[in-house]
């Protein structure tokens, strides 16, 4: 089995700064691509930012310039430094991988239990 594991979750005023981490461990043969999506009370989930495993990214428009995700293959990680937080920023954001448990896999999704994040205006 494998676990994403969430942390760095809060409350900040806006314009203030927070930083989203994620570990996935278990069965893990190969990480595809990993994520952050957000999902706000009422709205669906989306996706936020992701990064391939060669490091390329993409970001959706609203947060470009002002979040960014990296990873670190070796551990396992991806992390979301979220700057210049805005009130239509708080969701529950959750970190996502596509995987290879074992070389002769498909990729499969999971995801995290997700954190809160609420900036106060």
């Known amino acids: 089995q494998v676990q994403l594991v969430e942390s760095g979750g809060g409350l900040v005023q806006a314009g203030g700064s927070l930083r989203l981490s994620c570990a996935a461990s278990?069965?893990?043969?190969?990480?595809?691509?990993m994520a952050w999506y957000r999902q706000a009370p009422g709205k669906q989930r989306e996706l936020v930012a992701a990064?391939?495993?060669?490091?390329?990214?993409n970001y959706e428009d609203s947060v470009k310039g002002r979040f960014t995700i990296s990873r670190d293959n070796a551990k396992n990680t991806v992390t979301l430094q979220m700057n210049s937080l805005k009130p239509e920023d708080t969701a529950v954001y959750y970190c996502y991988s596509n995987l290879r448990n074992r070389p002769w896999s498909t990729g499969y999704d999971y995801w995290g239990q997700g954190t809160q994040v609420t900036v106060s205006s």
């Open positions: 278990g069965s893990i043969f190969l990480i595809n691509t």
């Open positions: 990064i391939t495993g060669v490091g390329s990214t």
